[in-house]
């Protein structure tokens, strides 16, 4: 039964980056109207026969959202039936299908009724958190048979609290990331890292699509100096640990690729390509944050334990 919850889990995990990316993909290319005003069906058929494009981008971003929803759903029941005496898989099994069942809930009212930028902004972010719980059961699966182990990982108080806050900040972060490209205000400022690099301060003139963009910017650069910052840390209080200074060096790395890649998208001017590495490598750094989520509660759960 371990082999398949193994096999389930990496489907499950790999799956989820799917659904984002595919829903970050139906987003940029505008195809949320594929399918008309038809939910669950597609322009009121199950399988569609007059084809486009966006037809077939939001058919399948659809069809592929079905299959994982029932691969996660499985996951958590044999998860919760095998592996329910591990302290956080009830949890994350919970977790996990409850915020792919709103993500998706999301998406037909927006199908069917539409929404507000601000309201299709939050769609991404529901739809990452569903994955980091689907990410984290897959950890604790592997874990079963020591092949990846890090359960006696002492982790500050000081620094437990911060990994907390920075993973809030980057869901925040997320959101006006999202929010930006449902506001199609993606390519409202002609340079980067400024709106206009002649006109650093010209702060008075701006729209609200270039309010929008520039707070998201600001944002970003923001999560990118404290992330920095706190690898500073992790370099000077955990350099013995591998999993604390290797995990945070790839979260480093997965951060600044994701502002290289902010900044590619307005110089090769929304490249489709370039735009859909920018949401893989956010929806990695925040798994990551999740893991460090995981050893900090765990730190702390060891920490009481000691003190009893």
């Not at 009121?44 to 929803?69: A, K």
């Not at 709103?102 to 958190?129: C, E, M, N, P, R």
């Not at 699509?209 to 840390?233: D, E, N, P, S």
């Amino acid at each position: 039964m371990i082999r398949i919850l193994k096999s389930l889990s990496i489907v499950s995990t790999i799956g989820m980056l799917f659904i984002l990316l595919g829903g970050a993909l139906v987003t940029k290319t505008d195809s949320g109207a594929g399918c008309g005003s038809s939910w669950p069906l597609c322009n009121g058929q199950l399988i569609p026969t007059d084809l486009s494009p966006e037809l077939i981008i939001e058919y399948s971003h659809r069809l592929v959202s079905t299959i994982m929803g029932v691969t996660v759903l499985a996951l958590s029941i044999l998860s919760w039936k095998f592996l329910g005496h591990v302290r956080e898989v009830k949890f994350l099994a919970v977790l996990s299908t409850f915020f792919l069942i709103l993500q998706g809930l999301i998406g037909a009212a927006a199908v069917k009724w539409g929404q507000s930028s601000f309201v299709l902004a939050a769609h991404f972010g529901i739809s990452l958190i569903s994955f980091a719980a689907v990410f984290l059961l897959m950890l604790l699966i592997f874990e079963i048979d020591k092949k990846f182990d890090a359960t006696q990982l002492i982790i500050q108080t000081k620094h437990r609290t911060e990994i907390y806050w920075l993973t809030i900040y980057t869901i925040f972060v997320v959101y006006t990331g999202a929010l930006v490209r449902h506001a199609h205000a993606n390519l409202v400022c002609d340079d980067w890292p400024f709106c206009d690099n002649s006109s650093p301060l010209a702060f008075a003139d701006f729209n609200f699509h270039q309010w929008v963009q520039m707070g998201h910017r600001l944002a970003a650069g923001i999560l990118f100096i404290w992330t920095i910052v706190f690898f500073m840390k992790i370099v000077r209080h955990y350099r013995q640990n591998r999993v604390m200074f290797w995990g945070w060096s790839t979260t480093l790395m997965l951060i600044t690729l994701q502002v290289i890649f902010g900044a590619l998208v307005i110089f090769t001017e929304l490249n489709l390509g370039i735009a859909l590495m920018h949401a893989l490598f956010i929806t990695c750094y925040f798994g990551m944050l999740s893991y460090f989520i995981l050893l900090s509660s765990r730190s702390a759960a060891h920490q009481k334990r000691n003190e009893r």
